[in-house]
């Protein structure tokens, strides 16, 4: 199954989880439980057309505090 990115509508918080195409509707944020989610589509996961694009680089994660 592939991996899938959320962002939870209640804290904010982004959040990867690991569901199939079915599933993607029960996803649940780790962090208070709340089921106000919503799939992040990646860039690199849209298929560019004419070329030219170049994905990578530089992820920045888990900055900030709370
Ligand atoms: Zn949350």
Redesign the pocket.
Known sequence: MPLYDFR?E??G?EFTVLVGIEERHKVA?P??E?RRVKQLITPCAVQVKGGGGSCGGTSTAGAGGG
């Open positions: 939870c209640e804290c918080r944020c962090h208070c709340s």
